[in-house]
């Protein structure tokens, strides 16, 4: 990894209400990487992120950016950090310009027009500077909050659920602006809950779940991981147990003994379906549908969380 330029160490959140929202959580990010978040909701992404950039206190723990201690020394880390929240925070009766000139000059920045004119142009947001935001589309005011999130030149970017309720098209644009950002050296952090948004962007991906870090990976090496594919098979005779002979293959019996399930490696290039149908046929046992599905988020924290038990 390059050199961390945001190391979160020991975190925990206990919410007013007795709620514990993040368990000791350790991260280091490196300079110049596009991390993901990935989880569920409620998982504690934004609580995560919301500490880190100073608008949630941790209950424990400590965070540094770029070597500034983001509780004692806030105003120098913060200055470092944008933020493109999930919801729109912006005055509608405004222009685009204004807002992100505002914006800039929140963090004791001169209005400077040539940087922030680059913003506008790269989030193809120039046309429109003049355009109050309520006269925008939906993907145009998300845009416009980046814009805002970049406006004091930012070393880290954190984009909390970037596409959430975007349609694909946009999705799209979002994605190649993320990798265009992190060419111009900016760290990005997002958070998201859909495992093929980390896929697309990120170098490395954390897993979390419950309020904890379940691992942090590469993004190679991870998605080995969540690449799991499961085939099942509708019997036409149901099996009380998983038939002998066949252990090459990683059988299981759901649905009452109805279905025989096969959980197989997507990544590999021979997953042995081809094999295990003829064995199968030779034992006459007859099936009538066969169904293959990706497992869903949630069966992979459960394998995660179970292969940490
Ligand atoms: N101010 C608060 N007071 C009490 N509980 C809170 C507060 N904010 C968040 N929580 C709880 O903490 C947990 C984590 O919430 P958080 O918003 O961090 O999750 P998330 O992973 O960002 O979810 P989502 O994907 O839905 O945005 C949830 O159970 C939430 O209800």
């Not at 497992?295 to 940490?308: A, H, M, Q």
């Amino acid at each position: 990894m390059p050199d961390p330029i945001l190391a979160v160490a020991g975190v925990s959140k206990t919410y007013k209400g007795g709620f514990t929202a993040l368990h000791d959580v350790d991260l280091e990010i490196g300079k110049g990487e596009i991390f993901a978040l990935l989880g569920p909701n409620g998982a504690g992404k934004t609580t995560l992120i919301s500490i880190i950039c100073g608008i949630v206190t941790p209950s424990t723990g400590t965070i540094q950016v770029a070597g500034h201690d983001a509780l004692t020394d806030y105003k120098a880390a913060r200055r470092l950090i944008g933020l493109v929240p999930q919801e729109l925070s912006v005055d509608m009766f405004e222009t685009v310009l204004a807002t992100v000139t505002f914006s800039r000059r929140l963090f004791g920045r001169s209005g400077h027009s040539a940087y922030i004119e680059q913003v506008l142009r790269d989030l193809s947001l120039w046309d429109k500077r003049d355009a109050k935001i309520m006269e925008l589309s939906g993907g145009m005011k998300r845009r416009v909050l980046i814009a805002k999130a970049l406006a004091h030149e930012p070393e880290v970017l954190f984009l909390d659920e970037p596409t959430a309720g975007v349609d694909v098209a946009l999705r799209r644009d979002m994605w190649k602006l993320v990798h265009k950002l992190r060419e111009r050296g900016t760290t990005i952090i997002l958070t998201t809950h859909y495992i093929e948004e980390a896929e697309e962007m990120a170098d490395r991906i954390g897993v979390i779940n419950q309020g904890k870090l379940l691992l942090v990976e590469e993004k190679a090496a991870l998605m080995k991981k969540l690449g799991k594919r499961e085939l099942d098979l509708a019997l036409v005779e149901p099996l009380d147990a998983v038939p002998e002979g066949l252990e090459r293959w990683q059988l299981n019996l759901a649905n009452d003994g109805r279905t025989l399930r096969y959980v197989f490696d997507a990544t590999e290039e021979q997953n042995g379906i081809p094999a295990l149908l003829r064995e199968l046929a030779e034992r006459h046992i007859a099936f009538t549908d066969l169904e293959t599905s990706k497992s869903s988020l949630e069966d992979i924290f459960v394998d995660l969380v179970g292969e940490r038990a």
